[in-house]
């Protein structure tokens, strides 16, 4: 079982997550540094627009994923795998926060 200070560790670590997420999505050339000057063909740009999309999807779709472990704190069911319904291991959990399958049932 997780123990409430665990648990706390795990729910500051996921609001640490959605804060940089969120930064990341609103400012999306944070992350981009001088690197974007380089790349100032017009060939490249569209390559470089799409590429800037797929990053945005991904960050939405973690962001996501931090929202639900957050509601699922709230309303108890934090730590449990969606599959088997059997307590997902805490070294699963300190790796992937917002995990919701345990060790098993990610590698099937
Ligand atoms: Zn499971």
Same mark, same amino acid.
């Given at each position: 079982? &997780? @123990? $409430?200070?665990e648990?706390? @560790?795990?729910?500051?670590?996921?609001?640490?997550?959605? &804060? $940089?997420? @969120?930064?990341?999505?609103?400012?999306?050339h %944070?992350?981009f540094?001088?690197?974007?000057d380089a790349?100032?063909?017009?060939?490249?740009? %569209?390559?470089?627009?799409?590429?800037?999309?797929?990053?945005?999807t %991904? @960050?939405?779709?973690h962001?996501?994923? &931090?929202n639900g %472990?957050?509601?699922?704190?709230v309303?108890?069911?934090?730590?449990?795998?969606?599959?088997?319904?059997?307590?997902i291991?805490?070294?699963?959990?300190?790796?992937?926060?917002e995990?919701r399958?345990?060790?098993?049932?990610?590698? $099937?």
């Open positions: 079982m &997780i @123990t $409430k200070e648990l706390e @560790t795990l729910k500051e670590k996921l609001l640490e997550e959605k &804060i $940089k997420l @969120t930064r990341e999505l609103e400012d999306p %944070a992350d540094g001088s690197d974007v790349l100032d063909e017009e060939a490249d740009e %569209a390559e470089e627009f799409a590429n800037k999309l797929g990053v945005q %991904a @960050t939405k779709e962001l996501r994923e &931090i %472990a957050l509601e699922r704190m309303v108890g069911e934090y730590g449990v795998c969606e599959e088997c319904h059997n307590p291991s805490l070294d699963v959990l300190s790796a992937e926060p995990s399958l345990c060790k098993s049932c990610k590698l $099937k």
